[in-house]
């Protein structure tokens, strides 16, 4: 865009020339000026050097917002893709903890012939303990 406004202001007559006197010699034109115009001259030139600078470093800056403006997108997109992968985990994981829950609380609340054997198994065991040790303790 700035380089298309400096084609621009080339093509355009500038405004500020300051007044002066042309003169043809052997189809060569030539253009005279005053000392005044002369001194204007130099203010252009200052503000013609001082612009052209300016437009560089205009295009340097751009130049580079460009290249940060690639890797941003790169950047993005890499997160967007850790972004999936991390969401995908988490569904799996709790899809996971969903079912082991499940499991759990089917475990917890299904009256299980198995366990009240084993409480009743473990009860008897103890029972026949105390009444041995009972009947060794009068023995002695």
């Known amino acids: 865009m700035i380089a298309s406004l400096a084609g621009t202001a080339e093509a355009q007559p500038s405004i500020r020339f300051p007044d002066h006197t042309t003169i043809v010699v ?7 000026f005053d000392l005044e115009g002369f001194r204007q001259l130099l203010l252009i030139d200052a ?13 340097e800056e751009i130049a580079t917002l460009v290249e940060e403006g690639d890797l941003l997108r790169e950047v993005i997109a890499e997160s967007q893709l850790q972004i999936e992968t991390l969401q995908a985990e988490r569904d799996r994981l709790r899809a996971k903890w969903e079912e082991e829950n499940r499991l759990r ?24 303990t105390l009444v041995l040790g009972l009947v060794v303790g009068f023995a002695l």
């Open 47 to 59: 503000d013609l050097l001082y612009a052209t600078r300016f437009i560089v470093l205009l295009q």
């Open 105 to 128: 609380l089917d475990c917890e609340n299904s009256p299980d012939f198995l366990s009240w054997a084993g409480w009743g198994l473990a009860g008897a065991f103890s029972v026949a």
């Open 26 to 32: 052997d189809g060569v034109r030539y253009e005279g």
